[in-house]
């Protein structure tokens, strides 16, 4: 059965302070890794799609990367803005249905 | 704005009722995907249509059901409803059934008392 497994739960960061988020992944054939980014009471917000190892992706402050077990979030010099749920979601080969890990709740303080 | 529409934003019932949640997919998508969200279970996927279809079914309850009409929005029925089907309920859309990214609605506040 395909899993996911984000790490750390909560991160707490200083403005400006670069961190990395972890997503841990098992899954039968990766048709596509998924990031997310969830506002509280909102629906999750799509942020990138990786497919294969070695492929990278930015968005501003934010940039997904892709091995063969895990994908990071790294996020650059974070703004206060830039708090919220991140959630890593798979796809297998055959399945229709994404697999989310609980996700990282990332809060920066100004 | 994901161009995803979910109604109603919340709904507050009773145990043993049933309710409908409607959700109308991006212009455009033929793929509508039902989740549901917990403080304890995270985003499950519940069931998902593709053009009028039923394409997979996920961890979704016999007292569950969902369809989706000719016009592709979708409706979900919940019924004999109990205390722990208070969620979030989410309906997502793209454009196939295979690897595209799916774009979430605001999200149904189903509160059962």
């Known amino acids: 059965e395909d899993q996911v497994t984000q790490s750390p739960e909560a991160l707490r960061l200083q403005e400006g302070e670069s961190s990395s988020l972890n997503c841990s992944y098992t899954v039968s054939g990766l048709r596509g890794l998924f990031w997310y980014r969830q506002d509280p009471g909102k629906g999750p917000e799509f942020l990138f799609t990786?497919?294969?190892a070695g492929e990278e992706k930015e968005k501003e402050r934010l940039k997904a990367t892709l091995t063969k077990k895990e994908s990071f979030l790294h996020i650059t010099a974070p703004k206060p803005e830039d708090s919220a749920t991140y959630l890593c979601?798979?796809?297998?080969?055959?399945?229709?249905?994404?697999?989310f890990g609980q996700g990282t709740r990332l809060t920066i303080n100004p | 704005d994901s161009g995803v529409t979910q109604t109603p934003k919340h709904l507050i019932t009773a145990t043993g009722q049933r309710v409908t949640l409607r959700c109308s997919p991006r212009s455009g998508d033929l793929s509508v995907y039902w989740y549901q969200q917990s403080l304890d279970q995270g985003l499950q996927f519940l069931i998902q249509?593709?053009?009028?279809?039923?394409?997979a079914k996920g961890n979704i309850l016999e007292r569950f059901s969902a369809q989706q009409f000719p016009d592709l929005h979708s409706e979900l029925n919940l019924s004999s409803l109990e205390l722990g089907d208070s969620a979030l309920y989410f309906c997502?859309?793209?454009?196939?059934?295979?690897?595209?990214?799916?774009?979430f609605g605001p999200g149904t506040r189903l509160t059962v008392t």
């Open positions: 979601a798979v796809q297998g080969t055959g399945a229709q249905k994404l697999v």
């Open positions: 997502a859309s793209s454009p196939r059934t295979t690897t595209y990214e799916q774009y």
């Open positions: 249509y593709y053009n009028g279809e039923e394409r």
């Open positions: 990786l497919y294969s």
